[in-house]
């Protein structure tokens, strides 16, 4: 018996909206992490983008557990001498709530070419609405 290894011409994409009202930060990033990785998939294959295209709406209404909000902060660094910029989680989710799920799912991908490609099937919108009707996106409801 021989181990099925699939190609990038048998994949077949699928498109999954995720509502993000009321869903816990790192929960939800982890599972669609697992989707866009193409875990789910029976087919997985680890050097083959197997994954679905992920369309993410209402990120203003993303939760975080405990003190996190207050307490949480992204980091980022200029280039320069003494050019680390700090911002807390709160204001970053006012300002661009969109940014905030890039970076959690980001980081849970593989940080190669492979995972540049998967992060590319990632759209996150701030509110409900979304240009991807035509895609037929099918609702997910996910486990967390």
């Known amino acids: 018996m021989k181990?099925?290894?699939a190609k990038k011409s048998e994949v077949q994409e699928k498109w999954y909206l995720v509502d993000a009202t009321n869903l816990a930060l790192g929960r939800m990033a982890s599972c669609v992490a697992k989707i866009l990785r193409g875990k789910n998939n029976p087919q997985f294959t680890p050097h083959v983008d197997t994954g679905n295209s992920v369309v993410i709406v209402n990120a203003e209404r993303v939760l975080l557990t405990g003190k996190k909000k207050e307490q949480k902060f992204y980091y980022r660094h200029?280039?320069?001498l003494g050019g680390?910029?700090?911002i807390r989680y709160d204001k970053l989710l006012s300002t661009n709530p969109e940014k905030a799920i890039m970076l959690a799912v980001r980081r849970m991908i593989p940080d190669t070419v492979l995972g540049?490609?998967?992060?590319?099937k990632l759209r996150v919108y701030a509110?409900?609405?979304h240009p991807?009707?035509?895609q037929k996106p099918e609702p997910l409801r996910l486990k967390v």
């Open 3 to 5: 181990t099925y290894m």
């Open 116 to 120: 540049r490609e998967m992060l590319k």
């Open 132 to 134: 991807h009707e035509a």
């Open 78 to 80: 200029t280039g320069f």
């Open 84 to 86: 680390l910029k700090a």
């Open 127 to 129: 509110g409900s609405m």
